[in-house]
């Protein structure tokens, strides 16, 4: 699966891998930027520097956001599944995935929404 992001004027996607499709987890991420200015040249990324990527679960598209001004870790991918009510977090330094769930309460089978504001 792949989705897109911009970040700062640079087009990135992200590639994620999983063993069998409905996998909660994806086994491995990869990050590619692209210079459509060079001759379509891709660069695997091995970091995101000071940004975090944000993913929704029913798009094909992300977000990019400074990561320390908004209060989150650094060099991150943050996405969420159809059908599951877990925010998983991708370390892609450490190549390690986290998943918080966010309260016992919740059926497992609700998708989370994410939403933005522009203040």
């Known amino acids: 699966m792949f989705r897109a992001v911009e970040s700062d004027g640079e087009l990135f996607l992200v590639a994620m891998y999983y063993v069998k499709p409905r996998d909660r987890v994806a086994s491995k991420i ?10 379509a040249k ?7 520097g000071e940004r975090s990527f944000f993913l929704a679960a029913s798009s094909k598209f992300g977000a990019s956001v400074r990561a320390k001004q908004v209060g989150l870790k650094e060099n991150c991918i ?17 190549g390690t995935t986290t998943m918080y769930n966010p309260g016992l309460d919740l059926e497992d089978d609700v998708t989370p929404e994410l939403l933005v504001t522009p203040w």
Do not use: H
């Open 42 to 48: 891709v660069e695997v990324m091995s970091t995101l």
């Open 30 to 39: 990869s990050v590619l930027k692209l210079d459509l200015l060079k001759r």
């Open 78 to 94: 943050y996405y969420l599944k159809p059908d599951d009510k877990g925010l998983y977090v991708y370390d892609l330094g450490r």
